[in-house]
Structure formats: structure tokens, C-alpha cells
């Protein structure tokens, strides 16, 4: 059955507008192919960097001396001084002697779990991790426990039941369709009572929105270098595409390396990616801070303005805001509203996200403004008429 299939089936043939034809680069605004030109609360560019000159210039220019490929893999020949720079960026910045990029933070994942999965017998993970999560935890054919959602009590049961073994524990820092926390601290303070767990955290929603840095939740939470392996993504605040994996453990980090197969048997970005990207993190440091606070500001006013109303945001914290509606139909009739009004925000229903749970996600950016949030939340407010 294919993926329209599925969801069709799912749905019972509801219109649910996949795959609306973008004729814009990504910004405050979208224009799309039938005309409209939408407020974009659907992309993930959280520090607003993704059409951002200077990262326009360099890829160009990598692209004016590479060209559009490179010629293997980066073990054999595909290793540029853009590649080489930007591993060394993402060690300087999460402090680590060696980092691994990888053509996206899912590749990352499937790449590098499966490796690290090889030192423990048992994985746990939270109930909500990624879905990138869950293939590379399948990947890695060991056995494995899943927790409730952020339930820490449940997950120390699980490792005092399991005594003597060695436990990777897994989680998303920001989980990306809820937009609350996982509590990192939490998760340190088991690992300092049982040195047998290691730490795994997604962080693709944390990092570059959050910690001084642009870190992420690890760093917000003061727990950078106590976290055993972070993924990160630059496909989401730093506007360009790409994943990496920092790993604190030298010897373990080697291992994965020349064990990840998306690492090796796989081309990494083109150049001109691996340029944006470097630019990105070297804009992170000349611009992250006053992006953040900029973006932190508008979280605080949506969440307020929400909180004003009867709309439901259940638990997110973050740049993330769930919607969240018992039926796909209800979820899909507020979209369609929204759409009306030339507000754009991203459809989740069955099976990406569980039954009874399917939800509009608005993820904001520093691009917005508080007349963007009134407009959304005004619009929201009259669009759960429908939907009731
Ligand atoms: C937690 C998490 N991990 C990984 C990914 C995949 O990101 P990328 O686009 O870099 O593959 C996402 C994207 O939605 C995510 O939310």
C-alpha cells in the first residue's frame, strides 16, 4: 500500500492538502503555485537564517568551484574543505575532539544508533521519540522498552529491574510534534547513580533555538558534557540542510564513524550545502543570541495570547504548539479554515502521531510578528467553531 494510501485509508479519503506547491523561498511568508501568498507557521526555521544572503553567497561560491556533487563518499574522495570545516564547527561548538555530519539528522540516527547500540543490551526510549528514532532502535535488532511520555519514574524502574546491564537511553530534547521538554537533568542524574546508562538525545527541535550557544535543550539545561551523544540538525534554525552527531566518547565516536553506513556508504551534502551550513554557524555566532531572544519573545506572547483562549496547546513550552483535536476531520477542517485566511501550519494525522491525537502544529520563527500570532490566534478562536 503506498504512504497516500495509508493515510487515505486512515482518514476515510478526507482532503488533508499535502504537499502544497511552494513558489517561494521560505520565510514569514509563503507564496504558493495557486497564488496565495500565506503566513508560513509551518516551516521549523526557528532562527529565520534559511534565505539568508551570506548563506546564499557561500554555497554559491562553493558551488562556482565544486560544481553540484562530489566525487564518492567522504572516506574515498568526497571530502571538501567545506566537509572538514564544518565537522570541525560542530566539535569547537558541543566542545568535542571529533563530530560526524551526515546528510540529514535522520541519516544521523539510522547511521549512528545502530553503532552505538552495539555496547548495551537494552535500549529504552520515551514513547514519544522521533520516528527516525524508532527505525534505527529496529535497526539495530537489540532489544528494547519504550516509557511513557517524559515519565522519568517509569524509565529509573525500568533500569533498576534491569540491574547489571548496559542501557541506552533515548529521547528527543524538544520533542517535535508535542514542543515540550524532555528533562535532561532528570536523565543526567539517573546517569550519575548508574554509569552503565548511556545518553542519547534528538535535540533537532533545540538546537540553534536554545542555550546561550545555540546548543540546544542540553546546553539550556546545563548539562552540556554530561550528555553521552547529541543529534542535531541544521535542516531546522540554521536554515540550511544537514544532521550531526556529537558523541563525548573519542574511542566511541571513532567506532561510529567507520561503522555508520550513512556515513560511509553514502554521499554526504553537496558543497554548496556544506557552505550554507558553515555560514550558519558562523552566523550563530555573530546573530544566535539576538535570534533567540527575539524568538523567545514571541514564544512567551503566543503562549499567552493561546492561554487567553479555549484553543488547545496541551503541554508545549516551545516554538512547537500542537493543536490537538480528537478526530483528523476536525484537524483537517481547521486547516482548511486557516487556509482560507492565508495561514499556513502543518496537518499531523494517523499514523504519524496516535489516534485521538492529530493536530495543526505552529512552529514560529524570529521572522514572525506579534500581529502574525494575533491574526493566527483570532483565526484559530473562529475556526474551533467549525471544528465543535
Ligand atoms: C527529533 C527529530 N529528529 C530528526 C528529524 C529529522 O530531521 P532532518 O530533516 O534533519 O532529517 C526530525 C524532523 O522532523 C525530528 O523532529
Redesign the pocket.
Known amino acids: 500500500m503506498s504512504l497516500y494510501e495509508m493515510v487515505n485509508a486512515e482518514q476515510g479519503g478526507i482532503n488533508l492538502n499535502y504537499f502544497p506547491q511552494v513558489r517561494s523561498a521560505c520565510g514569514r511568508y509563503l507564496h504558493l503555485a495557486n497564488g496565495d501568498k500565506n503566513i508560513n507557521f509551518s516551516s ?1 526555521d526557528y532562527l529565520g537564517m534559511a534565505n539568508h544572503p551570506l548563506m546564499k553567497e557561500a554555497a554559491i561560491r562553493a558551488i562556482e568551484k565544486y560544481g553540484t556533487n562530489i566525487s564518492g563518499p567522504m572516506i574515498f574522495c568526497g571530502y571538501t574543505e567545506y566537509h572538514e570545516e564544518l565537522e570541525k564547527r560542530y566539535a569547537e561548538m558541543f566542545g568535542v575532539n571529533q563530530a560526524l555530519m551526515y546528510t ?6 539510522i547511521g549512528a544508533l545502530p553503532v552505538i547500540a552495539q555496547e548495551v543490551d537494552l535500549i529504552v526510549m520515551d514513547k514519544l ?2 520516528v ?2 524508532y527505525d534505527a532502535v529496529k535497526l539495530s535488532g537489540k532489544p528494547f522498552r519504550v516509557y511513557q511520555h517524559n515519565n522519568i519514574a517509569r524509565l529509573a524502574d525500568i533500569i533498576n529491574n534491569n540491574p547489571g546491564k548496559k542501557i541506552l537511553v533515548v529521547s ?2 524538544v ?2 510534534a508535542d514542543g515540550d521538554f524532555c528533562d535532561v537533568a532528570a536523565l543526567c542524574e539517573l546517569k550519575a547513580d548508574n554509569p552503565n546508562l548511556i545518553l542519547y538525545i ?4 533545540g538546537v540553534g533555538a536554545l542555550g546561550a550557544e545555540g546548543c540546544g535543550l542540553v546546553e539550556a539545561s546545563g548539562c552540556l558534557g554530561k550528555v553521552d551523544v547529541i ?1 542535531g ?4 534554525s540554521f536554515g540550511s ?3 550531526f552527531c556529537i558523541i563525548k566518547d573519542d574511542e566511541l565516536a571513532q567506532k561510529v564513524k567507520y561503522k555508520s553506513p550513512t556515513y560511509n556508504a553514502s554521499r554526504a551534502v553537496s558543497p554548496g550545502v556544506a557552505a550554507a551550513s558553515c555560514m550558519a554557524l558562523e552566523l550563530n555566532k555573530r546573530e544566535g543570541k539576538s535570534r533567540r531572544a527575539q524568538l523567545a519573545e514571541l514564544i512567551d506572547y503566543a503562549h499567552r495570547r493561546l492561554e487567553q483562549t479555549s484553543v488547545n496547546k496541551q503541554y508545549s513550552v516551545s516554538a512547537v504548539i500542537p493543536i490537538i483535536f480528537e478526530k483528523a476531520e476536525q484537524a483537517a477542517a481547521v486547516n482548511a479554515f486557516l487556509l482560507q485566511k492565508n495561514i499556513m501550519a502543518s496537518l499531523f494525522v494517523p499514523p504519524y502521531v496516535e489516534r485521538n491525537k492529530s493536530r495543526l502544529r505552529v512552529t514560529l520563527t524570529s521572522n514572525h510578528t506579534n500581529e502574525d500570532i494575533d491574526l493566527l490566534v483570532d483565526a484559530l478562536e473562529k475556526a474551533m467553531a467549525v471544528a465543535s
Do not use: E, R, V
Not at 233 to 236: D, E, F, G, L
Open positions: 521549523c540529514t539528522s535522520y541519516q544521523a540516527n521519540c522521533h527516525s528514532l528527543d530534547g520533542f517535535s534528538d535535540d533537532a527541535h543529534i540538525t541544521m535542516s531546522k540542510t544537514g544532521g
